[in-house]
């Protein structure tokens, strides 16, 4: 085995070794304000949580359902930026220096803010990888070329309508992991079939030695431990993110996701 590269890496090689699956969260950096989020961030990793996916707010987050859009206006609104969901980086990297952070959204504040300046800011911040939803494969050199060349992961999305023809293109630059779209349509909209799930699991396992990990419709514990028995983990977002916006505390919020922990730890 290669020596990992970046946290991601090295992550999934420590959760390889010790035959464990992955347990993935996604939160929306400043919902429903800085210091909350960040409270809630830092708390993540004792939870369980084994890669944080930190959502970068935008204005037309078109992949988003209802529950993220709407945690992304309260960022918005409580004056998150690109440059503070940075800086949340950088204070979690003060006390926590292992746990990988994949920094997710879209292309718009990366460009406006300049490739190559964004890339030594999210490098010097902390980040280790990028899921950018609305750049692909066509427009590798936009983004992903650059920031494999900055030593950042770049994590491409497959979905149930990746065929066969289309999978190649989608693994090309791929790197860290290969994030599953569990479903057809937007975050939060429907749940996860174990029965759908695998099969396309085992496809995409098939053409690329990259983990994948499992996303979109993964609402409990009991269909996060079926979702990673069947793959290398399972991301959570919606749920953890409605939980937030119903206004529960940070201690309520990291108790649900030690649940949730526990279940994909069990796959």
């Known amino acids: 085995m290669t020596r990992p590269t970046t946290r991601i890496d090295a992550k999934f090689a420590e959760l390889a070794a010790a035959g464990k699956k992955a347990f993935v969260t996604y939160v929306m950096a400043g919902d429903p304000d800085y210091d909350t989020s960040l409270e809630v961030v830092k708390g993540l990793p004792a939870a369980g949580v084994d890669v944080i996916?930190?959502?970068?707010?935008?204005?037309?987050?078109?992949a988003d359902g209802e529950t993220i859009q709407l945690a992304g206006q309260r960022a918005l609104e409580a004056g998150m930026t690109l440059e503070r969901t940075l800086q949340l980086a950088r204070d979690f990297r003060k006390e926590d220096d292992t746990t990988p952070i994949v920094l997710?959204?879209?292309?718009?504040?990366?460009?406006?803010?300049?490739v190559e300046t964004f890339l030594n800011d999210a490098k010097e911040a902390g980040i280790d990888g990028l899921i950018v939803v609305d750049?692909?494969?066509?427009?590798?050199?936009e983004l992903c070329l650059p920031a494999q060349a900055a030593g950042l992961n770049f994590i491409r999305l497959a979905t149930p309508t990746t065929d066969d023809?289309?999978?190649p293109r989608v693994l090309q630059n791929t790197s860290g992991f290969v994030y599953y779209v569990s479903i057809t349509g937007i975050t939060g909209a429907a749940e996860a079939e174990a029965a759908d799930v695998g099969p396309e699991v085992a496809r995409i396992k098939a053409a690329t030695d990259l983990p994948i990990i499992v996303g979109f419709g993964i609402k409990t514990p009991e269909r996060a431990q079926t979702i990673a028995s069947i793959s290398d983990?399972?991301?959570v977002g919606s749920?953890?993110?409605?939980?937030?916006g119903a206004g529960k505390s940070p201690a309520e919020v990291l108790a649900f996701v030690k649940t949730l922990a526990d279940g994909a730890h069990a796959g």
């Open 135 to 141: 750049l692909p494969p066509e427009e590798d050199s």
């Open 104 to 114: 997710m959204g879209y292309y718009n504040p990366i460009y406006s803010r300049g």
């Open 239 to 244: 749920a953890i993110v409605a939980e937030i």
């Open 233 to 235: 983990g399972a991301v």
């Open 165 to 167: 023809a289309r999978l």
């Open 53 to 62: 996916e930190l959502g970068l707010p935008f204005t037309d987050p078109m």
